[in-house]
C-alpha cells in the first residue's frame, strides 16, 4: 500500500499523455508542457502578491544536476545516463472513466457491507440449527478477522484509486470513536503518507508557476529536498532553503499541486452525488449524504486555488492572534505558517516550515524519544491539543465564520518545542453572521441548562437548532432536535434527551431523526466531530458548548451585521479579567515549552503532577452540574 508510485494512473491510460525517457549527452532536461488554463490571482488575496510572470512560460527545460532520489523501481535519478522527460497534463476525465472509478470503488465497498450481514446471518443460523451459543471470545475472535479483511480490500482500493476517494479514508481514520480498529489502522496512512509525483516533476511545477524568464530555479532555492515531507490527494509538500535574494537563508516548505488531480477529484465528488441523490429519503442511512457531498464539492473546488489558501492562511492567523476585544496582539494556541510574499501561484505556494510530526504519527514518534504513548506526558500534551484545537476553532466558528474546514490528524502537527501546528488552509468556510449568532444562542443554551431533561431548556435548545436551519422528519419525537444539538456540541451527555443513543451508527440515534442539513453547518459539523472523536480516544469528557460558551456571550454583545469576518472592534474599555486570561494564556505556553526542556525523568513527574491537578479540577466541576 506504501509502494511509492511515480506516474498517475491518469497519464498511463491514454497513450496520448506523454511520459518518457530518451538516451541525451550528459545533462539532465526536463520538459514541461502544461494545455491547462493559466494561473489567476484572486482580488482578496491579504497581502500575497504571486508574481506576474509565473505564467508567461507554457513550456520549460530543466538542465543541470540533481539531488539523488531512487524511484520506486530502484532506479537512481541521478545516474550519469541523462534523461529528457516530457509531461502533458491529461485532459479531465471523461464520463465513462469517472463512471468506472467509481464502479470499482462500489465493487469493493458493496461486497464488504454484504459479508457482514453474512456471517451475522450464519451466526444466528448456527445457533437456530445446532443451539449451541457462539462464546464471547470466538465472536469477538471472528468479528476482528473480518473487520481486517475489510479494511485490507478497501485500503488497497483506495491506494488504486486515490482522489476523492482519499478523503473518505481520512475520515474513517480520524473516527477511532466510530469504526473498527482494523480500519482507522488501515487507512491512517492516507492522512499524510500518498504516493508522491516525482521530484523531477515538482520542480518543473514550481519554475514554470513562480520563477521569472531570466530566473532559474538555483535563483530562489539554495538547497531543494526530493523527498517530500508529505503527499497528499491534492499535493505534496517538500523543504527547501530560500537564497538571499528571496529573504534568506529561511528553511521553507513547497505545497505542489499534483498535475491534472482537478479533473480526477472533481470528477468523483460528481459521481458520488448522483449516486447519494436517489438515497436521500432512504431509512436505512443515517445521514443525508446528497448534502454533505454537495458541500464537499463546493469546498473542494477551492482547494485547488493556492492563492486563495495564501489568503485564508493569512486571514486565519490574523483572528488567532488579536485579541477581538482589546485589539491586543496575544500567542495563538496553534502555530499557524506564513506564506512568503512574491512565492505564490495557484498551483505552488511556499510558507513557513513547521518542523515537526503529524499527529497522525505521534504516537510512532514518542516510542522513538522513549516517552509512553499511555503515560502522563503523553496524556497531558492530549489534553493541551484538545484545548488548543477547541479555542482555535470557537474563535474561528463564532467570532469571524471564516475557519479551517479540512481538519484530520494528517493537517494537525506535534512540533519539536512541544507546540501544535495546523497546516492546509486548502479548504476553509466562511459561514453568514446569522448562523454564527445562532451557533452562539446554541452554545449559551447548552451550557446554561438546568438538566438534560428539562422542559423548558430542550425547547429552548430545539427552537435553536431549527432556527439553524436543521430539518426533521414528520414523526421524529420533539426531544429530537435538542438531542442532535446535545450530541454535537456536548460530550459529557450519558443519556440523550428522549431515549436516543449517543451512537451515530446507532439505529436508534437521533441523527437517523434528520430530513435536511443546511450545507453552512456540514463543515461546522466535521470540525465539532473530530474534537469530539480525539476526546474519545483521551477517554476525556469535553463539552464543546461549555468550552465555547464564554466566546459565545462576548460575540452576543458584539453589534450586529458584522459579517465580514473582519470584525468591527467593541468600543469600550478594556477589561481588567480579559487582560488577565491574556496574560494567563502566555503563561501557559512558556510553562509547557520549559517543561519540554527538562529531563525526561523530571518532565514525567512534572507531567504526572499536573494531569493530577488538572484530572481534579474536571471531577470538581463536574461534580456541581446538576
Not at 491579504?46 to 524511484?71: A, D, E, F, K, M
Not at 475520515?171 to 473498527?180: K, M, W
Not at 503523553?378 to 484545537?389: H, I, M, P, S, Y
Request: net charge neutral; glycine share 6%; proline share 6%.
Amino acid at each position: 500500500m506504501n509502494t511509492v508510485v511515480l506516474v498517475e494512473a491518469s497519464f498511463v491510460s491514454n497513450p496520448s499523455h506523454h511520459f518518457h525517457t530518451t538516451t541525451t549527452p550528459p545533462t539532465k532536461s526536463f520538459n514541461y508542457r502544461s494545455t491547462s488554463s493559466p494561473s489567476h490571482t484572486s482580488n482578496n488575496s491579504n497581502n500575497i502578491h504571486p508574481n506576474p510572470l509565473s505564467n508567461r512560460r507554457n513550456q520549460l527545460t530543466i538542465v543541470g544536476s540533481t539531488p539523488s532520489t531512487t524511484s520506486s523501481d530502484g532506479v537512481d535519478s541521478s545516474s550519469t545516463s541523462s534523461q529528457s522527460v516530457e509531461v502533458e497534463f491529461p485532459p479531465a476525465l471523461s464520463t465513462i472513466d469517472t463512471l468506472k472509478r467509481a464502479g470499482k470503488f462500489w465493487a469493493s465497498v458493496l461486497p464488504i457491507i454484504g459479508s457482514y450481514y453474512t456471517m451475522s446471518a450464519e451466526i444466528q443460523f448456527r445457533e437456530i440449527l445446532t443451539g449451541e451459543t457462539i462464546t464471547a471470545e470466538e465472536e469477538e475472535i471472528r468479528w476482528n478477522e473480518q473487520h481486517r479483511k475489510g479494511a485490507d480490500k478497501i485500503a488497497d482500493t483506495i491506494t488504486s484509486l486515490k482522489g476523492f476517494y482519499i478523503k473518505t479514508a481520512q475520515i474513517i481514520a480520524s473516527r477511532q470513536d466510530l469504526f473498527p480498529k482494523e480500519y482507522t489502522e488501515a487507512l491512517s496512512d492516507f492522512t499524510d503518507n500518498v504516493d508522491p509525483i516525482p521530484a523531477e516533476l515538482a520542480r518543473a511545477v514550481v519554475e514554470k508557476e513562480l520563477l521569472h524568464v531570466d530566473e532559474k530555479f538555483e535563483d530562489v532555492f539554495s538547497s531543494f529536498d526530493p523527498i517530500p515531507l508529505g503527499a497528499a490527494s491534492v499535493a505534496q509538500v517538500h523543504k527547501a532553503t530560500l537564497t538571499a535574494k528571496y529573504g534568506g537563508p529561511k528553511e521553507v516548505a513547497i505545497k505542489i499541486q499534483r498535475p491534472s488531480i482537478e479533473s480526477k477529484l472533481m470528477g468523483d465528488i460528481a459521481n458520488l452525488k448522483t449516486l447519494a441523490k436517489p438515497l436521500r429519503d432512504a431509512e436505512y442511512m443515517p445521514l443525508d449524504y446528497y448534502t454533505v457531498f454537495c458541500e464537499l464539492e463546493k469546498q473542494l473546488g477551492d482547494e485547488f486555488d493556492f492563492v486563495a489558501e495564501a489568503s485564508a492562511m493569512t486571514r486565519i492567523y490574523d483572528t488567532m492572534t488579536r485579541d477581538r476585544v482589546t485589539g491586543m496582539t496575544i500567542e495563538s494556541p496553534l502555530v499557524i505558517p506564513r506564506p512568503v510574499e512574491g512565492l505564490v501561484s495557484k498551483r505552488v505556494l511556499v510558507m513557513d516550515y513547521l518542523e515537526g510530526v503529524p499527529l497522525s504519527r505521534a504516537r510512532e514518534e514518542m516510542l522513538k524519544k522513549g516517552i509512553d504513548p499511555d503515560g502522563a506526558e503523553a496524556k497531558l500534551f492530549g489534553r493541551k491539543l484538545l484545548k488548543a484545537l477547541t479555542y482555535t476553532f470557537g474563535r474561528c466558528i463564532l467570532e469571524t465564520g471564516f475557519f479551517h474546514a479540512d481538519p484530520h490528524p494528517g493537517n494537525i502537527f506535534v512540533l519539536d518545542d512541544g507546540r501544535v501546528g495546523l497546516i492546509d488552509f486548502g479548504q476553509v468556510k466562511q459561514i453568514s453572521g446569522r448562523a454564527r449568532q445562532t451557533l452562539a444562542k446554541v452554545m449559551v443554551a447548552l451550557a446554561d441548562r438546568v438538566s438534560d431533561t428539562n422542559p423548558p431548556d430542550l425547547k429552548r435548545i430545539g427552537d435553536l437548532a431549527i432556527e439553524l436551519g436543521v430539518e426533521f422528519k414528520p414523526e421524529a419525537q420533539v426531544e429530537a432536535p435538542p438531542a442532535v444539538a446535545m450530541w454535537l456540541f456536548d460530550g459529557t451527555v450519558n443519556s440523550l434527551p428522549g431515549g436516543y443513543d449517543d451512537g451515530e451508527l446507532s439505529p436508534n440515534s437521533p441523527v437517523k431523526e434528520l430530513k435536511a442539513f443546511p450545507q453552512d453547518l456540514v463543515l461546522v459539523g466535521r470540525s465539532t466531530i473530530l474534537i469530539k472523536g480525539l476526546s474519545n480516544r483521551l477517554g476525556i469528557p469535553w463539552s464543546l458548548a461549555e468550552e465555547w460558551a464564554p466566546l459565545a456571550r462576548n460575540v452576543l454583545e458584539l453589534p450586529k451585521g458584522d459579517d465580514d469576518g473582519g470584525g468591527r472592534e467593541v468600543q469600550n474599555k478594556v477589561r481588567f479579567r480579559q487582560v488577565l486570561s491574556i496574560l494567563k494564556n502566555w503563561s501557559t505556553g512558556k510553562a509547557t515549552r520549559g517543561v519540554m526542556r527538562l529531563s525526561p525523568a523530571i518532565s514525567s513527574r512534572v507531567a504526572s503532577m499536573v494531569l493530577r491537578i488538572q484530572e481534579r479540577r474536571e471531577r470538581k466541576k463536574r461534580s456541581k452540574k446538576p
